[in-house]
């Protein structure tokens, strides 16, 4: 699997919207570091990205969508959508676009649209797709809980509450993981 490609996808589902949120990008940049990519490539994949949508005035889903017509070597993304991508994969990717999606606090029409196509051209069975919007939505939830908690009062019971909080969102993040690690379609 091609990361820089993978990553690309990525940006440019974050651009699908009109902007890249600090969420967005706290987000990438972690997943970015799973992906073994370093600054420099984060630097090239963003001014690729940019070149594309504004240069030859391309959104995410339009890239999406030629990307899977074109061979491996003639799509933008450099990667082949679907051959030497497993199903596991496919699955990490579309979980971490729908978690993308979410991070910013809406999951736009736009990045919406580019999850469909995928889930579509992958076949990705509906139920892993409803737990995978279940948990992103559980995440956000927490995230909002944990931002109500930070405006408490200094004390004991404060800190014990962000640590739950914390703990919580953990333990969803990796239950979907492992639901994807086990899925078989």
């Known amino acids: 699997m091609n990361y820089r490609g993978q990553a690309k996808l990525y940006y440019l589902y974050m651009m699908s919207d009109g902007d890249v949120s600090d969420g967005e990008k706290k987000l990438f940049d972690k997943i970015c570091k799973k992906l073994y990519l370093d600054a420099d490539d984060k630097k090239r994949i963003k001014q690729e990205c940019n070149e594309i949508s504004k240069e030859e005035k391309m959104t995410c889903i339009d890239v999406v969508e ?3 017509e074109a061979s491996h070597m003639n799509g933008i993304l450099d990667i082949d959508l679907n051959k030497y991508v497993s199903d596991e ?3 990490k990717i579309l979980w971490n676009l729908i978690n993308l999606g979410y991070s910013d606090s809406f999951f736009s029409i736009n990045e919406r649209e580019v999850v469909d196509f995928l889930r579509e051209y992958w076949e990705i069975p509906d139920s892993l797709y409803q737990e995978m919007i279940d948990v992103a939505e559980t995440c956000l939830a927490l995230e909002k809980h944990k931002m109500w908690v930070d405006g408490l009062p200094d004390t004991d019971y404060k800190l014990e509450k962000i640590k739950q909080v914390k703990k919580d969102l953990k ?3 990796k239950m979907i993981l492992t639901t994807i690690s086990e899925i078989d379609f």
Do not use: F, G, L, P
């Open 66 to 68: 030629e990307n899977a």
């Open 89 to 91: 994969d496919k699955a």
């Open 171 to 173: 333990h969803v993040q």
